[in-house]
């Protein structure tokens, strides 16, 4: 079956400084990858969608890329600020209505 | 636009007991979804819906049933519930189920089984 691995440890960064965080997957290929921010005790929210044929996908301070050979997804957050601390999820998608969620990573931005 | 909302916001049942979890979406959405989300496991699929009148089993379906009321509301059902099934649960929906179509989650549902 399907493996999605975010690194379960938090991510803490310096304000101003750039975010990256990994996902990875193994025994699948998605047509499409998604990114998700989840604040405590609250449903995720949608940020960006990237597909199996870009490489690199940017809206404002964010940046998702792509790699279906090494079967890994970067999302970065550039000038992060402490408002974007929170969980980022990663979910796979194929099957039109099937999603494989990763279980996030936790991203502290301190002042 | 309340978008989607789940009742209630929390549970606490003992084991051996049912309930019923709702939600309702009011962005004319075909495609609804009952995920859980455990401690270090991410979302996992439960249900879902692909449009009013259908229900597709997800990754763990065991223990629990669904119905697609209408295409507004898709409820998720425990039948006797164990400690295994504490957990926060989340509805989700979509337009039409298309590739690449974002999901619009609600804020989820705290059911602690004793």
């Known amino acids: 079956s399907q493996k999605i691995e975010q690194n379960s440890e938090a991510l803490n960064i310096q304000e101003g400084k750039t975010a990256t965080l990994t996902c990875n997957y193994t025994?699948?290929?998605?047509?499409?990858l998604q990114w998700y921010r989840q604040d405590p005790g609250r449903g995720p929210v949608f940020l960006l969608l990237i597909r199996e044929n870009e490489k690199e996908k940017r809206k404002e301070r964010l940046k998702v890329t792509f790699d279906t050979t090494l079967k890994q997804s970067l999302f970065h957050i550039t000038a992060s600020q402490p408002a974007d601390s929170a969980t980022y999820l990663c979910?796979?998608?194929?099957?039109?209505?099937?999603?494989?969620f990763g279980s996030g990573t936790k991203l502290n931005v301190k002042p | 636009n309340a978008g989607v909302t789940q009742t209630p916001k929390f549970q606490v049942l003992k084991t051996g007991q049912s309930m019923t979890l709702q939600c309702a979406q009011d962005m004319n959405h075909n495609s609804m979804y009952w995920y859980r989300q455990d401690p270090g496991m991410g979302l996992r699929l439960i249900y879902y819906s692909a449009s009013e009148g259908t229900t597709d089993k997800g990754e763990v379906p065991n223990g629990y049933n669904v119905s697609r009321l209408n295409k507004r509301e898709f409820s998720l059902r425990l039948e006797s519930a164990a400690p295994s099934q504490t957990s926060v649960y989340f509805c989700a929906s979509r337009l039409a189920g298309g590739p690449g179509e974002t999901q619009y989650f609600g804020p989820g549902t705290r059911l602690l089984v004793l």
């Open positions: 025994n699948y290929s998605p047509a499409y």
């Open positions: 979910a796979l998608g194929g099957n039109f209505n099937k999603f494989y």
